[in-house]
């Protein structure tokens, strides 16, 4: 509504449900635990929804501004704001984080304080980082949510846990302390230039680094990132941690932690270095496409319905990477889209799972069959949320896919390729699994009396199906609020920087990088929004 | 009074005088009185809070006193509250330690305070006599601090082998001196820093920088002078390794940034070289090893040789940031080390010595809130937000980058996330591995009650608003770059 907020709606959607884990630390009843946890993480979602109405989506400004001085000596500032992009994230957050907790409350039934206090202040971590515009405060946030995360896996996990929550962790933190010394690097060099300390990441956007420190800047945030998103070949604690995570964590995991990765190429690499981001290029496609295709490939080989489902995840993340490296507005649009759509269908998709895990206590495929017969809702909620992930038309996946595949399809027709083959086998592996766990006869007689969803059950799919079923309609609300966040971001890596020949004085290099810069101006032209109308 | 001590040398060393007079009041106490445990740890507390109100108003000085020999001035004001905060937090933790082990308790406050008056004369010493003298006062403290559990055989090799090794360090060091002085001919950091100024440099010096390095660097235990430090980090009384661990480590990086950054700023490229590689193998090392350790206090010992690693990228790099952030980290170094150990000091009851890593099996059953503690303790020791020692690492990890030691600071990230796979044994021992916890039940008296509370207030504060730290070891660090820039004038 207003640029610098009156009142510090922010904070206070980052502080409901830090301050819900504080409660919680003075009750020791079960029920009544679980009863203020809800509590709190439902009206964590409520104040955040003033967001959606409030936001100015035709204003480019940051909104909700929030100002502080935090170290001065350092000048890192308690500096938090929001555009489109961060507050889709924010409402995803909120909503994953209501959603998560309620479906914990008869899954976890041990240490319950400590799953609910780790749950709450994951949520915390997560808001904060998507929220923050000061990049130290942003780091802070950033690494904070390892922690809970890490105890989520590890205490509740299943069989492997331990070491999947230390891999979790350890592969996360090698590549966040690298980006560390990048943006130490960023920080040090906007010193050198303008004289000022300072972390602000406003300010960052609109450094122009030389190219070469451009490049290694680029390589240690891409580390960070790359290995949160997760691409190939950094995503190998992915299906490790999914597998073992309870439900609620591969739920926040699936739905919003990834997202921490494409949000930090969006707001950071992008924007901070888009010189390099071009350069790049190349490479991170390959990347993506092969995430895209080995996901695909190694999801149709799992024999656990989890695993399968996580590893979805890779080849779906390589598709919204695939549209953000396309620098095209509509690719990145699409990619923004598919990033909520992913955190709907995949999310749902993982308590799913942990529906009928909570009743058979098995992950294994073949231990299922028939389901469709004993449990019809759960098997219509399957269908909408498969259909969902593989992206048929009047659902959400739809869209985001369509945009992406649009925004790829001009800058190179060989990449639209490979992603649109990623489509078509991610319709192959989830509809396989949809076969053999729903179809057929009920031949495993422990199956044969599984009660189907009950009232609570249903209260975590509904807001899940709702979303699915209005971004296929009328995608716009959204698409609106993204407008001026992509326009931002395109401004830094389309025309702002000089052809980059002109950076080398040696014509070598300039004739071994892609002859990309063409293709995306001619792309510049294309209305943001042409395909989803 | 000696010939040109001035009535104004005697009040700026007051601090160490009234520390000196407390110790030998606790030493005739403890014979008139030997049964008043409580009334003598009262003394020893009050005698370290006298003190460190009257060193906190030095701060912002910047004389120079009792002839040339000691320096008044932020830098040792800084280094002398965390020395006497490292004591008070010590003698805190101490007592009901040393009821158990059945110590007697006189000599051994008598002692932590001789060892703080020396690491207070380090931190001061502007000269290689008073500077050696002050190590010596410390070291010969701790020889016999270290082999305090006289019945108890690990405590007494520890003590041996700290006697041996220390004693030869000395010996190498003080020849290194000798080395100095006889290329100079003075003593005084400023006169050798003037002395050397503008001169090639030959290979006496080197042998010299080579010589002061290899001493320092045994006292700091960085690899591969660390031999000492698990054997006598396991066999000392634990509270004396926390002192061990902090105060005589922060004293001896006092004493060797004023002999390398002041005295011999000539020859910064030679042991900037020769730091960069002693950090780079102790952090690599130190961490490695610890990676094994299934004893907490060897484990303990093995990651302070990796934050020496850490803590020598300020010597490095010898900028004014760098030895801001060397400073800021030792700032938030004291806290989370002092209260890890103290987790560990608590854990020694009677049945149990209790410093084993599977020890602490069920801490968080059984009392959650030190549980807590040492999980914040061991987070903060990795690096994590929003630890203070988040923030002591990214700005050391900042000045690396900032002086454009680039690779240092990728081989320091990466062993700070390599490090993070034992600290988190820790947390997986107290939180995540539901065995029955052993021993006696944990009793946490009110004298550890405050050593944990201040420990922990402290890792959680610097870690969320450190401005008040930045703030200081920036002008403290000023301070010693400032008397290397006026050494120009007033050298002799």
């Known amino acids: ?533 | 009074m000696p010939a040109g001590f001035s009535a104004a040398d005697f009040l700026y060393i007051l601090p160490e005088l009234v520390l000196i007079g407390g110790a030998m009041l606790l030493l005739s106490l403890s014979v008139l009185v030997p049964r008043r445990d409580g009334l003598l740890l009262w003394t020893a507390l009050a005698t370290v809070a006298v003190t460190l109100v009257l060193v906190v108003r030095f701060f912002g000085l910047d004389v120079t006193a009792a002839r040339g020999l000691l320096a008044i001035d932020s830098f040792a004001a800084f280094f002398k509250v965390i020395v006497l905060l490292s004591a008070a937090l010590t003698l805190l933790m101490s007592a009901p330690y040393l009821r158990v082990e059945g110590i007697r308790v006189g000599e051994y406050y008598f002692l932590i305070l001789c060892a703080t008056v020396g690491m207070m004369f380090m931190a001061s010493g502007v000269e290689l006599i008073t500077l050696f003298i002050g190590l010596e006062t410390m070291a010969v403290s701790f020889y016999v601090l270290v082999g305090f559990l006289k019945p108890n055989p690990r405590s007494n090799e520890a003590a041996v082998k700290y006697f041996l090794l220390g004693g030869f360090s000395l010996g190498i060091l003080l020849y290194g001196m000798s080395l100095i002085y006889g290329v100079t001919g003075t003593t005084s950091l400023a006169g050798i820093a003037a002395a050397l100024r503008g001169q090639d440099t030959s290979l006496v010096l080197v042998l010299a920088v080579i010589l002061v390095g290899a001493g320092m660097g045994f006292k700091i235990a960085a690899v591969p002078f660390h031999m000492w430090a698990p054997d006598v980090y396991e066999g000392a009384p634990t509270p004396v390794t926390a002192f061990l661990s902090v105060g005589s480590k922060a004293a001896s990086f006092a004493m060797l940034l004023r002999i390398f950054v002041v005295g011999l700023p000539a020859l910064a490229q030679e042991w900037s070289l020769l730091f960069y590689v002693l950090a780079v193998i102790s952090m690599t090392v130190g961490n490695i090893a610890a990676l094994t350790q299934s004893n907490l206090k060897r484990m303990l010992a093995y990651s302070s040789i990796a934050h020496v690693g850490y803590l020598l990228i300020g010597v490095v790099v010898r900028t004014e940031r760098g030895v801001a952030a060397m400073l800021l980290y030792l700032g938030v170094y004291l806290f989370m080390q002092l209260g890890a150990f103290a987790i560990v000091t608590a854990q020694r009851r009677s049945d149990i010595i209790g410093d084993e890593l599977k020890d602490l099996s069920g801490l968080s059953k059984r009392n959650p809130l030190a549980a807590f503690a040492m999980g914040f303790f061991m987070l903060s020791l990795g690096g994590i937000p929003p630890t203070a020692g988040f923030m002591g690492k990214m700005w050391l990890f900042g000045a690396a980058i900032d002086a454009g030691f680039i690779w240092l600071a990728v081989i320091a990230v990466a062993n700070s996330a390599l490090s993070i796979y034992y600290y988190i044994r820790v947390v997986v021992f107290m939180w995540i591995n539901q065995e029955e916890p052993v021993g006696s039940p944990i009793v946490i008296g009110p004298a550890m009650k405050v050593a944990l509370g201040v420990a922990l207030l402290g890792t959680v504060v610097l870690g969320i608003y450190p401005q008040f730290l930045f703030e200081q070891a920036e002008v403290a660090a000023r301070t010693l770059q400032g008397i290397t820039a006026a050494t120009v004038v007033g050298g002799q």
């Open chain 1, 1 to 533: 509504m207003s640029n610098t907020a009156n009142f510090p709606l922010l904070s206070l959607i980052m502080f409901t449900p830090l301050v819900g884990a504080g409660v919680l630390l003075f009750v020791s009843k079960p029920n009544a635990i679980r009863w203020i946890a809800n509590g709190f993480a439902m009206l964590g979602f409520l104040v955040s929804l003033p967001l959606w109405f409030w936001l100015d989506t035709t204003s480019p400004d940051w909104q909700f501004v929030e100002r502080h001085e935090w170290i001065p000596s350092i000048g890192a500032e308690y500096f938090i704001g929001v555009d489109g992009f961060s507050v889709l994230l924010i409402l995803l957050a909120t909503l994953m984080g209501a959603i998560a907790v309620l479906s914990s409350w008869t899954a976890i039934t041990e240490r319950l304080k400590e799953y609910y206090i780790f749950l709450l202040v994951l949520q915390a971590g997560m808001i904060g980082a998507f929220v923050s515009l000061d990049f130290l405060l942003f780091f802070v946030f950033w690494e904070v949510m390892l922690v809970p995360m890490y105890f989520l896996i590890g205490i509740w996990g299943s069989a492997n846990r331990l070491y999947s929550a230390i891999k979790f962790f350890l592969f996360t933190l090698v590549g966040s302390v690298i980006m560390l010394l990048g943006i130490l690097a960023v920080y040090f060099y906007n010193h050198e230039v303008t004289g000022v300390y300072t972390f602000d990441i406003t300010r960052f956007h609109e450094l122009n680094m030389p190219i070469e420190l451009q490049t290694w800047v680029f390589l240690a945030f891409f580390l960070g990132f790359a290995v949160k998103v997760p691409m190939f070949p950094f995503h190998t604690w992915l299906p490790d941690a999914h597998t073992d995570a309870p439900t609620a964590g591969s739920v926040i995991l699936a739905a919003v932690l990834l997202k921490m990765g494409t949000y930090g190429f969006i707001r950071f690499s992008l924007p901070i270095l888009p010189e390099a981001t071009r350069n790049a290029v190349p490479w991170v496609v390959a990347l993506c496409i092969i995430g895209i295709i080995y996901g695909a490939l190694v999801a149709m080989a799992q024999t656990d319905w989890k695993r399968l489902v996580a590893y979805s995840s890779v080849s779906h993340m390589g598709l919204v990477m695939l549209g953000l490296f396309a620098l095209t507005p509509v690719g990145i649009t699409g990619s923004i889209l598919q990033q909520i759509n992913h955190g709907i269908a995949t999310g749902g998709l993982f308590l799913l799972v942990g529906v009928v895990y909570e009743r058979r206590h098995t992950r294994e495929i073949s231990e299922y069959g028939g389901l469709a017969k004993v449990m019809p809702a759960y098997a219509a909620v399957f269908l909408v949320l498969t259909m969902s992930s593989i992206g048929l038309p009047t659902l959400n996946g739809f869209i985001g896919e369509v945009l992406i595949l649009q925004g790829i399809f001009v800058v190179n027709k060989v990449w639209a390729g490979f992603a649109a083959t990623g489509i078509v086998l991610s319709a192959a592996y989830m509809l396989w699994l949809y076969q053999r766990t729903m179809w057929g006869t009920v031949d495993n007689p422990k199956n044969e009396h599984l009660p189907d969803l009950n009232l609570r059950e249903w209260a975590t799919f509904a807001p899940l199906l709702i979303l699915a079923v209005w971004i296929g309609l009328y995608p716009k609300p959204f698409l609106d609020r993204l407008e001026t966040s992509v326009d931002r971001v395109m401004a830094r890596v389309s025309s702002v920087y000089p052809p980059r020949n002109v950076l080398h004085d040696d014509g070598q290099d300039a004739a071994e990088l892609p002859a990309l810069d063409g293709d995306v101006s001619d792309v510049i032209e294309i209305p943001v929004r042409g395909g989803a109308r």
